[in-house]
Nanobody, 116 residues
Framework: QVQLVESGGGSVQFGGSLRLSCAAS????????MGWYRQAPGKERELVAA???????DYADSVKGRFTISRDNAKNTVYLQMNMLKPEDTAVYYC??????????WGQGTQVTVSS
């Protein structure tokens, strides 16, 4: 069973940057498309960025031009570089498989808080 560990979150001011990491164990993730998801209080979890096994990327309109997803298959890790952060980006961020439904096992997530 795959284990996903997200890290890199924190509290920043409007316009700040953070880089999130998602380290996977128990399964080689290089063959899978992976995504970063977020869940804000009182809202459903949403996909914000995705990357295929070949490196093609896609983004939610709300983060396009500000967030960059990448992966290091040698480290079995996926990253999310977040720039120009806004208060509406405040959420718990998770990574999981994208396409064909996520794995049932989610990590603990990493909290991102952006103040105005």
């Amino acid at each position: 069973q795959v284990q996903l560990v997200e890290s890199g979150g924190g509290s920043v001011q409007f316009g700040g940057s953070l880089r999130l990491s998602c380290a996977a164990s128990g399964r080689i993730i290089s063959i899978y498309s992976m995504g970063w998801y977020r869940q804000a209080p009182g809202k459903e979890r949403e996909l914000v960025a995705a990357i295929t096994s070949y490196g093609s990327t896609d983004y939610a309109d709300s983060v396009k031009g500000r967030f960059t997803i990448s992966r290091d298959n040698a480290k079995n890790t996926v990253y999310l570089q977040m720039n120009m952060l806004k208060p509406e980006d405040t959420a718990v961020y998770y990574c999981n498989k994208w396409g064909g439904g996520p794995w049932s096992s989610w990590g603990q997530g990493t909290q991102v808080t952006v103040s105005s």
